[in-house]
T-cell receptor, first 113, second 114 residues
């Protein structure tokens, strides 16, 4: 079955530590996205990638970094510079940026120890 | 800039009641409009969409009509079930420029009681 997988489901970060969230898709989609969701709020865009080896900052990129070395993979690193990382992180993909429908993974919940 | 406003929740209904969740938007150009649903602890699932004015999106008994004159995309269902309990998000596409960016409302929680 085609879809988007995210791992781990839960992730714990210590102070000063960088952590990486995995996002993999087998839908053959060109575009991929990372969103952050806080309780009672909508989704906010962190980074997006239109094609392999290319990515752009979204609305809240500070304290995060990404890479897009393979079409199917778009990992997100939460760096120590992100002072309030506790949130639910959602990865999404679309066929391309012109095809606007996005399909979401199951999410990773990041907690700070 | 573009924005989406949803009615505040939680919305609490009895099973088989009629559902309306209001969504209004501000946008330049001709965005597409979406409703996504999120069940507890899960990611978002596309519920329905409409790509131009007067289009009606529908799925699983839910409907929404793209109303350009009132800049609205209200979600409706004639008879809700307990299994419809979830958070519902209205969203619009950027509409101009090829970024693929979606702008989401804050979400509306629906609780359906037996």
């Amino acid at each position: 079955d085609g879809g988007i997988t995210q791992s781990p489901k839960y992730l714990f970060r210590k102070e000063g530590q960088n952590v990486t969230l995995s996002c993999e898709q087998n839908l053959n989609h060109d575009a991929m996205y990372w969103y952050r969701q806080d309780p009672g709020q909508g989704l906010r865009l962190i980074y997006y990638s239109q094609i392999v080896n290319d990515f752009q900052k979204g609305d809240i990129a500070e304290g995060y970094s990404v890479s897009r070395e393979k079409k199917e993979s778009f990992p997100l690193t939460v760096t120590s510079a992100q002072k309030n990382p506790t949130a639910f992180y959602l990865c999404a993909s679309s066929i391309d940026v012109a095809r606007e429908t996005q399909y979401f993974g199951p999410g990773t919940r990041l907690l700070v120890l | 800039g573009n924005s989406v406003t949803q009615m505040e929740g939680p919305v609490t209904l009895s099973e088989e009641a009629f559902l309306t969740i209001n969504c209004t938007y501000t946008a330049t150009g001709y965005p597409s409009l979406f409703w996504y649903v999120q069940y507890p602890g899960e990611g978002l699932q596309l519920l329905l969409k409409a790509t131009k004015a007067d289009d009606k999106g529908s799925n699983k008994g839910f409907e929404a009509t793209y109303r350009k004159e009132t800049t609205s995309f209200h979600l409706e269902k004639g008879s809700v079930q307990v299994s419809d309990s979830a958070v519902y998000f209205c969203a619009l596409s950027n509409g101009s420029g090829n970024t693929g960016k979606l702008i989401f409302g804050q979400g509306t929680t629906l609780q359906v009681k037996p």
